[in-house]
């Protein structure tokens, strides 16, 4: 058990620019959520996937927002047109359906647009 | 999902007990109390989780009131590298969300 993988750690992007970041779940998962975090605040649900199905989108995921799961592995979140409002922590967890639901979390990718 | 009360700060000696405590009113019969905690600029930390019975695992234990509205989670012996934000969140079985609150900022000093 390798734990949640998350990558890059730190992107700093221009406004205007288009980031990817991709997250590598616990082997054998079969859930993957998107969290995102801003300064003081908890983290907030974006969206999660049960294998490579997107079951729920919070509204918090504008249109400019757009997360893969294609093989129901590893996960992309992709971020167009980036605005300084984009600026936080990205986290991704994973958790394994009927044994025990836990929540896992990785380290999170830190986003500063400028 | 349930909400959740907790303290926003809170202090603790090193190497005394620490005692998080939440309040979850309003609770459903199905709903798990979970813990996590958040050391500075990581990602949320697993800590312990249950129903309706007290746990114990080797980071923590977890004592829900018998009505199942409030719980308090423990920290034996705090050490200075427990200091982080505490979140006591309540879900369902399905559990597909997590929702966080602010938490409860827990200070270890020496």
């Known amino acids: 058990d390798t734990g949640v993988s998350q990558d890059p750690r730190h992107k700093i992007t221009k406004r205007g620019q288009n980031v990817t970041f991709r997250c590598d779940p616990i082997?054998?998962?079969?859930?993957l959520y998107w969290y995102r975090q801003t300064l003081g605040q908890g983290p907030e649900f974006l969206t999660y996937?049960?294998?490579?199905?997107?079951?729920?989108k919070s509204r918090l995921l504008s249109d400019r927002f757009s997360a893969e799961r294609p093989k129901g592995s590893f996960s992309t979140l992709e971020i167009q047109r980036t605005e300084q409002g984009d600026s936080a922590m990205y986290l991704c967890?994973?958790?394994?359906?009927?044994?025990?639901?836990?929540?896992?979390f990785g380290e999170g990718s830190w986003l500063t647009v400028v | 999902d349930a909400k959740t009360t907790q303290p926003t700060s809170m202090d603790c000696a090193e190497g005394r007990a620490a005692n998080l405590p939440c309040n979850h009113s309003?609770?459903?019969?199905?709903?798990?109390v979970y813990w996590y905690r958040q050391i500075h600029s990581q990602g949320p930390q697993y800590i312990i989780h249950?129903?309706?019975n007290n746990e114990t695992n080797e980071m923590a234990s977890l004592i829900i009131t018998e009505d199942r509205k409030s719980s308090t989670l423990i920290l034996p012996h705090a050490t200075l590298r427990d200091t982080a934000v505490y979140y006591c969140?309540?879900?369902?079985?399905?559990?597909?969300?997590?929702?966080f609150g602010k938490g409860t900022l827990l200070t270890v000093n020496p």
């Open positions: 249950g129903l309706k």
């Open positions: 082997s054998e998962h079969n859930r």
């Open positions: 309003t609770i459903s019969g199905n709903e798990y």
């Open positions: 967890a994973s958790s394994l359906v009927g044994r025990g639901n836990t929540i896992y």
């Open positions: 996937f049960q294998n490579e199905a997107q079951l729920e």
């Open positions: 969140i309540v879900s369902g079985g399905s559990n597909y969300k997590l929702t």
